[in-house]
């Protein structure tokens, strides 16, 4: 019998793991180290018609924030940035008190539900929503914010249970090449809103394939919350030090005081044989740094859900609470620090880093061995992207010239809040080009491309200016962000999506703005 049960905990890190519906994680390790919390949740899932059989659906969200805006109207309006690819309309929730000047507040966006397969995060999403209206413990803030919240953008993957799209894309793969129809409506809405702050509410699989390969029958993850913040050097050191030192350092202050483990967010991956872990991130293909690019205070939390089904599920709508209750009070007693952060026209004179490689380190982190039952402290090689080696850098430009026949380009730098302006005069300008001089198409698809890497060398030539370009001036907000999708070496460029057509040994087509002469 032990065998048995044995074989069956192991499966999961098997190559059955996609066809059999088990709870990978035993019995004994959440009651022994994530037991549940004795709290009452009114939200749709904790109904106790719902309980029993499944997580909060479409319908039963939409009505629960009818009824909550039906209550109060004069601070909550349910209105919608578009349409999943199966017809669903995606909405969104705006809590505002409009009679308070705009200047006087601070701009707070939340989203959840972008995996399909993650559902504490709408659900902890929803009870922030419902928690802000109705508890004089936290709706004390609301005057401080204008809240605009997002809690179940990929509905078609979560009515499945699905990770993704109903495309088979990744919506946190997706903020620079946009490929999905829902990445396009949430960056709009995004754009439009101007938001100073925003966190992304995930969960993580705590049980991955590759912990089998650690301890005697391997290991699950100790952590109920991981902080995943923005590592690019591109993102003002203000802004990252505020999001690591003042926000995630408060929001682990109060799990750490309910008992809920919590750090960085790390991954794994196979790195010259050996497995290593990761922790932080530098590319803008997900929302953490493609949201602090825009001079946004940025996090992405991830809950520990992913695989166990409902196993502790209201602890881990708890944690998502609690973080994103850490935030707001957080931003609500620093208010003038971050208006003056996120206020500031970025870095405009500061070289532009085009790559940088993370630092290896010994570090140490908790797990759970499995086979033993009990938290060990797990040595392990880190890759921090949070200490970056800097392998390239260039002068940041005045600007860039974009032909107008490029019209993806123009069509995603717009979505992406950057600021294009006509050619007003046909002066003479000196412009750096870019020449392709190594070109690499990677043999495997990613989110159903295949990917570019190249290296170029910059050119430099007097041209007169004409009505055929576009300018971006890198005096603006989202200035940073133009540089990461434009700059093509970077990974999550333009150039590296193939939204931009390259061939060795050929000019690329937009240009960097060096002098006007």
Not at 130 to 149: A, G, P, R, V
Not at 155 to 178: F, P, S, W
Not at 425 to 448: A, C, I, M, S, W
Not at 502 to 516: A, D, N, Q, S, V
Request: glycine letters at 4%; hydrophobic letters at 40%; aromatic letters at 10%.
């Amino acid at each position: 019998m032990k065998k048995i049960l044995a074989i069956l905990i192991f499966l999961p890190f098997t190559g059955f793991s996609q066809i059999l519906p088990l709870n990978p994680q035993p019995k004994k390790i959440a009651d022994k180290f994530f037991p549940d919390f004795d709290v009452d949740i009114n939200t749709p899932a904790f109904n106790s018609d719902n309980y029993k059989r499944g997580f909060t659906n479409y319908e039963e969200m939409m009505t629960f924030l009818y009824e909550l805006e039906k209550s109060n109207k004069a601070l909550m309006n349910v209105s919608f940035i578009g349409e999943s690819q199966k017809g669903k309309k995606i909405p969104l929730v705006t809590i505002n008190n409009s009679k308070i000047n705009s200047n006087e507040k601070i701009k707070f966006w939340i989203q959840g539900g972008l995996h399909g397969d993650e559902p504490a995060s709408t659900e902890g999403v929803l009870l922030i929503i419902q928690k802000l209206l109705t508890d004089s413990k936290y709706s004390k803030y609301i005057n401080s914010f204008h809240f605009e919240i997002v809690p179940m953008a990929n509905i078609d993957g979560y009515e499945r249970n699905y990770r993704n799209a109903i495309n088979g894309l990744d919506l946190n793969r997706d903020q620079t090449k946009m490929r999905i129809p829902e990445t396009k409506y949430l960056k709009r809405a995004f754009t439009e809103f101007g938001a100073e702050i925003a966190i992304d509410f995930h969960e993580y699989r705590p049980i991955r394939r590759d912990f089998a390969k650690f301890s005697s029958f391997g290991i699950a993850s100790a952590y109920d919350v991981l902080f995943h913040y923005s590592g690019n050097l591109n993102v003002p050191i203000e802004n990252r030090l505020i999001t690591k030192n003042l926000f995630v350092s408060n929001a682990s202050k109060e799990l750490n005081s309910l008992r809920l483990e919590n750090r960085e967010y790390m991954t794994t991956r196979k790195y010259k044989g050996d497995i290593h872990f990761r922790q932080g991130t530098t590319t803008a293909i997900s929302s953490t740094s493609s949201f602090a690019l825009t001079n946004c205070i940025s996090t992405l939390v991830e809950i520990r859900g992913v695989g166990i089904k409902k196993t502790s599920f209201k602890r881990r709508v708890m944690s998502t609470f609690y973080v994103g209750m850490s935030f707001i009070k957080t931003a609500h007693e620093n208010f003038a620090k971050v208006k003056s952060i996120t206020g500031n026209i970025s870095n405009v004179k500061n070289d532009i880093v085009v790559k940088a490689k993370p630092k290896i380190k010994n570090m140490t982190i908790k797990a759970i061995d499995i086979a033993e039952n009990k938290k060990i402290d797990l040595e392990i090689l880190m890759q921090d992207l949070h200490d970056l080696d800097v392998e390239i850098t260039r002068k940041r430009p005045i600007g860039y010239l974009v032909p107008k026949n490029l019209v993806e380009v123009i069509e995603r730098l717009d979505l992406l809040g950057v600021e294009m302006s006509e050619v007003e005069n046909q002066r003479e300008v000196v412009v750096e080009k870019y020449l392709v001089t190594d070109y690499l198409k990677e043999p495997v698809k990613y989110e159903g491309i295949y990917k570019q890497e190249i290296l170029t060398e910059l050119v430099r030539e007097e041209i007169t200016l004409s009505e055929d370009y576009l300018i971006i001036k890198l005096n603006q907000k989202h200035s940073n962000l133009a540089v990461e999708v434009l700059e093509p070496e970077t990974a999550s460029s333009f150039v590296s999506f193939n939204v931009v057509n390259t061939e060795l040994f050929k000019m690329l087509p937009y240009l960097r703005i060096i002098e006007y002469k």
